[in-house]
T-cell receptor, first 115, second 114 residues
Framework: GQQLNQSPQSMFIQEGEDVSMNCTSS?????WLWYKQDPGEGPVLLIA?????ELTSNGRLTAQFGITRKDSFLNISASIPSDVGIYFC???????????????FGKGTKLTVNP | GAVVSQHPSRVICKSGTSVKIECRSL??????MFWYRQFPKKSLMLMAT?????????EQGVEKDKFLINHASLTLSTLTVTSAHPEDSSFYIC??????????FGPGTRLTVT
């Protein structure tokens, strides 16, 4: 089945630093989504990307939908302690490939921010 | 933003009993909801797709007779874990599909089977 390769698996950074994480796949996706999950909580949608090449920002977060439609990255600028958590990428398949609204998730990037 | 709730947030039950988990979309209608299971330090594993007014579609390896899903309205889907066993202990999360196919997740339900 489809898989998303998300990297890095974990990151330890100092407060104020910028962060970058990415996801790649051998499959083409028509939507990329980035979520953040805090311990014991459900994932919270951060950014949704719908078009190849699209660059979208949400506050200190910026994400891009790769032009090949097989990858996406998420950047966090000027990290703060509350950015701590696990970040998941998720791709939604093209309808032509038999996809629906189902998502394929990456394995997550665990972010630790030291004050 | 879109809000999805789950109830209960935590439940402890004895082996052999059944547990029902509710998932509600509070401020939008969702013809499609999803149920996931998440093990510690792992990503989300899709269990089934819940479609309003029709039978759920289960992922390979998920027992439909054990995990009963009902999507009776556009704002409510329920997951019933029947004859629960300790190996069913997990974090169960639902999501509801918004207007542009983005998924909004509930806060999750921690199930512990003793």
């Amino acid at each position: 089945g489809q898989q998303l390769n998300q990297s890095p698996q974990s990151m330890f950074i100092q407060e104020g630093e910028d962060v970058s994480m990415n996801c790649t796949s051998s499959s083409i996706f028509n939507t990329w989504l980035w979520y953040k999950q805090d311990p014991g909580e459900g994932p919270v949608l951060l950014i949704a990307l719908y078009k190849a090449g699209e660059l979208t920002s949400n506050g200190r977060l910026t994400a891009q939908f790769g032009i090949t439609r097989k990858d996406s990255f998420l950047n966090i600028s000027a990290s703060i302690p509350s950015d701590v958590g696990i970040y998941f990428c998720a791709g939604q398949l093209e309808a032509a490939q038999g996809g629906s609204e189902k998502l394929v998730f990456g394995k997550g990037t665990k972010l630790t921010v030291n004050p | 933003g879109a809000v999805v709730s789950q109830h209960p947030s935590r439940v402890i039950c004895k082996s052999g009993t059944s547990v029902k988990i509710e998932c509600r979309s509070l401020d939008f209608q969702a013809t499609t909801m999803f149920w996931y299971r998440q093990f510690p330090k792992k990503s989300l594993m899709l269990m089934a797709t819940s479609n309003e007014g029709s039978k759920a579609t289960y992922e390979q390896g998920v027992e439909k007779d054990k995990f009963l899903i009902n999507h009776a309205s556009l704002t409510l889907s329920t997951l019933t874990v029947t004859s629960a066993h300790p190996e069913d202990s997990s974090f169960y999360i639902c999501s509801a599909v918004g207007l542009v196919y983005e998924q909004y997740f509930g806060p999750g339900t921690r199930l512990t089977v003793t």
